[in-house]
């Protein structure tokens, strides 16, 4: 998070270790106990709450250890260090989780089929209870710990404990129909319970995927670059930031600056050194920063763009601009800039670029265009002479 506290690998691990250490306990108590009471009373789904109590034992030693790794400086082989282990880690643990859900799936459809008398007792009530409340701790415990640490894993664990809880009241809630009324309610409430936690377990799965292909970061972060870099003076535009997500505590970025084409190299490396302090000392990014000129002296500078604009009104294409420079020689006006797609477009690069051209055309013959079309960071070929 952009504004969040930034706490270096050692820190870091250490402070994760006691969230970990209370977590595992906490874990190991519940879970032990609810799988006494669930074989005492025979209600299966208590049992399988209980042993998934007794996987997040396990999950969260996997857990502390990742943090272990992922705190050990970059090394020749990992220059950008272990960060990612935490994203790995949250993948293992939603194959456990989706493990526990289709084994407590099966053995519910079972209680449907062949229905086993179950002893509901007012321990087994207070048991239950007791775990509906230490869960409400655990969710808020590990969502604490999520912020302190900026970690998913962690927000993960949390989203894992309140459906937990849910599930929890859903199996005190069968187990006192069936006591009552003798409907025997607790395989279907399994089935209910094994549903949510592989929802669960998906949800967790899609987001640690997500992080280990290269998803976007998060929106506020790269909106507080962008105004940060344009609050430097010599900045005139912003584009192109992209922030790469090596681990928590660990990302990297490249960003394209916009400066006056009259400045001397010296002047321009000056400004892009302004940004890369900046951006590392608020946000502690490593920063890579491009500087692309612009004409602020131009005459007809603001003529070009407006021309632009409206070609591109008028061609209907979801685009947007940057990196615009316009060049007169002889009797032709060359234009140059790159593209950025703001919605979904069936056309082809080529194609996108032949109806910009012909648009700039019918505003002005004289007008040549070279352009670029970037999607979602990837850039292909460059059209136009």
């Given at each position: ?151 998913d894993a962690f927000y993960a664990y949390g989203k894992d404990s309140l459906s937990d809880l849910f599930a929890t009241a859903g199996i ?31 949800e967790i799965l899609k987001k640690s995927v997500n992080h280990m292909l290269g998803t976007i970061s998060d929106e506020a972060l790269y ?142 013959p004289t007008y040549h265009v070279k352009l670029l079309v970037d999607r979602h960071f990837i850039s292909g070929k460059i059209y136009g002479?």
């Amino acid at each position: 998070m952009a504004n969040q506290e930034v706490l270096n690998g050692s820190e870091r691990y250490k402070k994760s270790l006691w969230f970990c250490l209370i977590g595992m306990l906490i874990n190991l108590v519940l879970g032990g106990a609810k799988v006494f009471v669930g074989y005492e009373s025979g209600f299966v789904s208590i049992m399988g709450d209980g042993f998934n109590n007794i996987t997040d034992v396990g999950a969260v030693v996997l857990l502390a250890m990742t943090f272990y790794y992922a705190a050990k400086p970059s090394d020749a082989e990992h220059p950008f260090g272990l960060g990612r282990l935490e994203y790995i880690n949250a993948s293992v643990i939603s194959a456990i989780i989706i493990y526990v859900g289709i084994t407590l799936f099966i053995k519910s459809i079972d209680q449907i089929r062949l229905p086993q008398n179950t002893e509901f007792t007012w321990i087994t009530a207070g048991i239950l209870i007791f775990s509906m409340i230490i869960k409400c701790f655990l969710a808020w415990f590990y969502e604490r710990a999520g912020k302190k640490l900026n970690s998913d894993a962690f927000y993960a664990y949390g989203k894992d404990s309140l459906s937990d809880l849910f599930a929890t009241a859903g199996i005190l809630i069968a187990a006192f129909i069936e006591q009552n009324t003798g409907y025997h309610i607790d395989g279907i409430v399994g089935v209910i319970v094994s549903l949510l936690i592989l929802y669960t377990g998906y949800e967790i799965l899609k987001k640690s995927v997500n992080h280990m292909l290269g998803t976007i970061s998060d929106e506020a972060l790269y909106q507080d670059v962008k105004a940060e870099v344009l609050s430097i003076p010599g900045v005139y535009g912003v584009h192109d930031v992209i922030i790469h997500d090596y681990g928590p505590g660990r990302h990297f970025a490249t960003v394209h600056i916009e400066v006056d084409s009259k400045l001397s190299f010296m002047d321009s490396h000056a400004i892009t050194e302004k940004v890369t302090t900046q951006l590392r000392d608020k946000f502690d990014l490593q920063v890579v920063v491009h500087a692309d000129p612009i004409l602020l002296c131009e005459p007809k500078e603001k003529e070009y763009r407006r021309d632009l604009e409206s070609a591109i009104y008028q061609s209907k294409l979801p685009v947007s601009y940057h990196d615009f420079f316009a060049v007169k020689k002889g009797d032709k006006i060359y234009f140059s800039f790159e593209l950025t797609l703001e919605g979904k477009s069936e056309k082809t690069d080529k194609e996108i670029y032949e109806i910009i051209s012909e648009k700039m055309k019918n505003i002005n013959p004289t007008y040549h265009v070279k352009l670029l079309v970037d999607r979602h960071f990837i850039s292909g070929k460059i059209y136009g002479k």
